[in-house]
């Protein structure tokens, strides 16, 4: 299972904030793929994301080359339902949701039985084969939302408030037919000296697999 270099920077980027040598997101995720394979041997990825009221961040880690045509099974776990309690509403609330993808017909059924019954919340909280798709193309890491976040500062210096700046960004996007980055990076440009990071699509030789 191959971990894309934007995701290793991002893990890194993100290890870092929490200041704490025992903390290393990369070797988890790792860990986590491990335990994953091992209660489903035809596991194909894992994706996660975490969504605020004005931020999205995706990160995933998929077999290479992997045809989507192979998905036949997936299960979503929202970290909610995982502690057992909601986080309060407010613009700097997180959520966080984790998919598990795999080959196999009906091969997540049981566990998403077992974590029915480990939270006690049953298993339909946990979505079953509701994301055969895979995860989105392109998806947002952290460069791409440190771009999204310089323009919303940037349109707050000029007189909007923070939910005002997001709403521009998103008008912008869909009258121009484009993305949120995409735009972020158009008000960039227009002020010297940013430095805007390479988009999801940039291109970088170092990976890691799990």
């Not at 998806?139 to 408030?161: C, E, H, K, W």
Request: proline fraction near 6%.
């Amino acid at each position: 299972m191959r971990i894309p270099p934007r995701v290793v920077a991002d893990l890194a980027a993100l290890t870092k904030t929490f200041d704490d040598p025992d903390v290393d997101l990369l070797r988890s995720l790792r860990q986590f793929a491990d335990q994953v394979r091992l209660a489903v041997p035809s596991c194909v990825g894992i994706s996660m994301s975490l969504t605020s009221a004005q931020s999205r961040v995706e990160l995933e880690a998929m077999d290479d080359d992997l045809d989507r045509k192979r998905i036949c099974s997936s299960l979503a776990i929202p970290a909610a339902a995982v502690r057992g309690r909601k986080t309060e509403a407010g613009p700097d609330r997180w959520d966080a949701e984790v998919i598990i993808y795999a080959s196999a017909p009906g091969s997540l059924v049981d566990l998403a039985a077992d974590l029915g019954w480990l939270t006690t919340l049953g298993w339909p909280t946990f979505a079953l084969d509701q994301h055969l798709a895979g995860p989105p193309v392109g998806m947002d890491g952290l460069p791409v939302m440190s771009v999204i976040n310089q323009a919303i500062g940037v349109l707050i210096g000029r007189g909007r408030t923070s939910a005002q700046a997001t709403v521009d960004l998103d008008l912008r996007a869909a009258a121009t037919g484009t993305s949120r980055w995409a735009v972020a990076t158009s008000i960039l440009a227009g002020l010297s000296g940013v430095s805007v990071h390479p988009g999801p699509d940039a291109i970088d030789d170092g990976d890691a697999s799990v």
